[in-house]
Protein backbone atom coordinates (compact mmCIF):
# COMPACT_ATOMS: atom_id res chain seq x y z
CA UNK A 1 0.00 0.00 0.00
CA UNK A 2 1.36 3.46 -0.90
CA UNK A 3 2.26 6.15 1.78
CA UNK A 4 -0.78 7.95 0.31
CA UNK A 5 -2.95 5.17 0.96
CA UNK A 6 -2.21 5.38 4.52
CA UNK A 7 -2.44 8.99 4.56
CA UNK A 8 -5.95 8.58 3.30
CA UNK A 9 -7.33 6.08 6.11
CA UNK A 10 -5.58 7.80 8.76
CA UNK A 11 -7.31 11.18 7.76
CA UNK A 12 -11.00 9.54 7.24
CA UNK A 13 -10.65 7.61 10.91
CA UNK A 14 -9.39 10.51 12.28
CA UNK A 15 -12.74 12.03 11.09
CA UNK A 16 -14.65 9.33 12.42
CA UNK A 17 -16.04 10.49 15.82
CA UNK A 18 -15.52 8.94 19.18
CA UNK A 19 -18.79 7.30 19.25
CA UNK A 20 -18.23 5.47 15.61
CA UNK A 21 -15.18 4.56 16.79
CA UNK A 22 -16.66 2.55 19.98
CA UNK A 23 -19.68 1.21 17.67
CA UNK A 24 -16.82 -0.22 15.27
CA UNK A 25 -14.81 -1.67 18.34
CA UNK A 26 -17.83 -3.55 20.11
CA UNK A 27 -18.48 -4.92 16.39
CA UNK A 28 -15.40 -6.55 16.22
CA UNK A 29 -15.44 -7.59 20.04
CA UNK A 30 -19.12 -9.09 19.19
CA UNK A 31 -17.64 -10.71 15.63
CA UNK A 32 -14.93 -12.24 17.51
CA UNK A 33 -16.97 -13.69 20.21
CA UNK A 34 -19.00 -15.36 17.72
CA UNK A 35 -16.65 -16.76 15.85
CA UNK A 36 -15.09 -18.30 19.64
CA UNK A 37 -18.50 -19.46 20.21
CA UNK A 38 -19.03 -21.78 16.81
CA UNK A 39 -15.50 -22.82 17.39
CA UNK A 40 -16.29 -23.93 21.37
CA UNK A 41 -19.72 -25.41 20.63
CA UNK A 42 -18.31 -27.56 17.22
CA UNK A 43 -15.82 -28.93 19.41
CA UNK A 44 -18.29 -30.02 22.29
CA UNK A 45 -20.66 -31.57 19.58
CA UNK A 46 -17.82 -33.37 18.19
CA UNK A 47 -16.98 -35.01 21.46
CA UNK A 48 -20.55 -36.18 21.94
CA UNK A 49 -20.16 -38.13 18.86
CA UNK A 50 -17.08 -39.83 20.34
CA UNK A 51 -18.64 -40.56 23.64
CA UNK A 52 -21.49 -43.43 24.68
CA UNK A 53 -24.18 -42.43 22.70
CA UNK A 54 -23.79 -45.46 20.51
CA UNK A 55 -26.03 -48.73 20.96
CA UNK A 56 -28.66 -46.68 23.11
CA UNK A 57 -25.85 -47.10 26.16
CA UNK A 58 -26.32 -44.65 29.30
CA UNK A 59 -24.71 -44.20 32.50
CA UNK A 60 -21.39 -43.16 33.64
CA UNK A 61 -18.31 -43.92 31.27
CA UNK A 62 -15.27 -45.16 32.33
CA UNK A 63 -12.31 -45.22 29.66
CA UNK A 64 -9.34 -46.49 29.14
CA UNK A 65 -5.99 -48.31 27.09
CA UNK A 66 -4.15 -46.60 24.20
CA UNK A 67 -7.42 -46.44 22.27
CA UNK A 68 -10.16 -45.56 24.44
CA UNK A 69 -12.39 -48.41 24.99
CA UNK A 70 -15.24 -47.72 27.18
CA UNK A 71 -17.58 -49.51 29.89
CA UNK A 72 -20.65 -47.53 30.25
CA UNK A 73 -22.07 -48.49 34.16
CA UNK A 74 -24.56 -47.24 36.50
CA UNK A 75 -25.62 -47.89 40.16
CA UNK A 76 -24.79 -51.14 41.84
CA UNK A 77 -21.73 -51.62 39.57
CA UNK A 78 -18.03 -50.42 41.67
CA UNK A 79 -15.47 -48.44 39.19
CA UNK A 80 -13.36 -51.46 40.66
CA UNK A 81 -15.39 -53.99 39.37
CA UNK A 82 -15.32 -52.10 35.97
CA UNK A 83 -11.68 -51.62 35.92
CA UNK A 84 -11.46 -55.75 36.85
CA UNK A 85 -13.97 -56.69 33.77
CA UNK A 86 -12.07 -53.74 31.82
CA UNK A 87 -8.90 -55.48 32.61
CA UNK A 88 -10.17 -59.23 31.79
CA UNK A 89 -11.56 -58.48 28.02
CA UNK A 90 -8.12 -57.02 27.29
CA UNK A 91 -6.47 -60.13 28.27
CA UNK A 92 -8.73 -62.39 27.00
CA UNK A 93 -8.88 -60.31 23.28
CA UNK A 94 -12.14 -58.48 23.55
CA UNK A 95 -10.43 -55.26 23.74
CA UNK A 96 -7.96 -54.71 21.37
CA UNK A 97 -5.28 -52.42 21.23
CA UNK A 98 -6.05 -51.97 17.06
CA UNK A 99 -9.46 -50.37 17.79
CA UNK A 100 -11.77 -49.04 20.34
CA UNK A 101 -14.88 -51.32 22.03
CA UNK A 102 -17.68 -50.45 23.83
CA UNK A 103 -19.90 -52.10 26.29
CA UNK A 104 -22.08 -51.65 29.46
CA UNK A 105 -22.47 -52.95 32.37
CA UNK A 106 -25.95 -53.12 34.52
CA UNK A 107 -26.66 -54.35 38.23
CA UNK A 108 -30.42 -55.41 38.57
CA UNK A 109 -29.78 -55.94 42.17
CA UNK A 110 -29.35 -59.97 41.54
CA UNK A 111 -26.62 -60.09 39.58
CA UNK A 112 -25.34 -58.44 36.01
CA UNK A 113 -26.44 -57.31 32.74
CA UNK A 114 -23.51 -57.42 30.07
CA UNK A 115 -23.94 -55.81 26.54
CA UNK A 116 -21.21 -56.86 24.63
CA UNK A 117 -21.14 -55.28 21.43
CA UNK A 118 -20.69 -57.29 17.89
CA UNK A 119 -21.77 -57.68 14.64
CA UNK A 120 -25.36 -59.52 14.15
CA UNK A 121 -23.68 -61.46 11.38
CA UNK A 122 -22.32 -63.81 13.76
CA UNK A 123 -24.73 -64.03 16.33
CA UNK A 124 -26.50 -67.21 15.30
CA UNK A 125 -23.09 -69.08 14.59
CA UNK A 126 -23.00 -71.81 17.53
CA UNK A 127 -18.71 -71.25 18.23
CA UNK A 128 -19.42 -67.33 18.40
CA UNK A 129 -21.90 -68.23 20.78
CA UNK A 130 -19.89 -71.03 22.74
CA UNK A 131 -17.30 -68.39 23.22
CA UNK A 132 -19.34 -65.91 24.11
CA UNK A 133 -20.67 -68.27 26.47
CA UNK A 134 -17.34 -69.12 28.28
CA UNK A 135 -16.29 -65.29 28.37
CA UNK A 136 -19.28 -64.66 30.09
CA UNK A 137 -18.87 -67.92 32.44
CA UNK A 138 -15.38 -66.88 33.13
CA UNK A 139 -16.22 -63.43 34.12
CA UNK A 140 -19.38 -64.54 36.27
CA UNK A 141 -16.93 -66.89 38.27
CA UNK A 142 -13.83 -65.16 38.38
CA UNK A 143 -14.46 -61.22 38.26
CA UNK A 144 -18.02 -60.38 39.26
CA UNK A 145 -18.89 -63.33 41.39
CA UNK A 146 -22.70 -62.91 40.27
CA UNK A 147 -25.07 -64.03 37.87
CA UNK A 148 -24.55 -62.74 34.72
CA UNK A 149 -26.60 -62.36 31.63
CA UNK A 150 -24.18 -61.42 28.22
CA UNK A 151 -26.75 -59.57 26.01
CA UNK A 152 -25.21 -59.00 22.30
CA UNK A 153 -25.88 -55.74 20.94
CA UNK A 154 -25.53 -54.11 17.21
CA UNK A 155 -26.51 -50.92 15.54
CA UNK A 156 -27.25 -50.17 11.87
CA UNK A 157 -29.53 -48.00 9.63
CA UNK A 158 -32.71 -50.01 10.97
CA UNK A 159 -32.31 -49.61 14.58
CA UNK A 160 -30.20 -51.34 17.83
CA UNK A 161 -30.54 -54.88 17.53
CA UNK A 162 -30.01 -56.97 20.93
CA UNK A 163 -30.31 -60.90 21.96
CA UNK A 164 -29.73 -62.44 24.69
CA UNK A 165 -27.61 -65.50 24.44
CA UNK A 166 -30.37 -67.66 25.45
CA UNK A 167 -32.72 -66.47 23.49
CA UNK A 168 -34.03 -65.09 20.13
CA UNK A 169 -32.94 -61.78 18.97
CA UNK A 170 -35.10 -58.55 19.41
CA UNK A 171 -34.77 -54.95 19.19
CA UNK A 172 -33.87 -52.61 22.20
Do not use: C
Not at 23 to 47: C, E, H, K, N
Not at 70 to 92: K, T
Amino acid sequence: MSAEGRTDLSKRTRRTSSKGRLILGIGGALGVAVVFLVVWVARDTDSLDEGVIDYGFSGEVYRFGPVSHEIVFGEGVSSLLVESVGDYLERVGYFSPAYGGVIQIRSDGNGFDLYLTYPRQYWNRTDFRDEVASIRDDLEANVLMEATQVILVDEDESGIHSMNLNRRPDTL
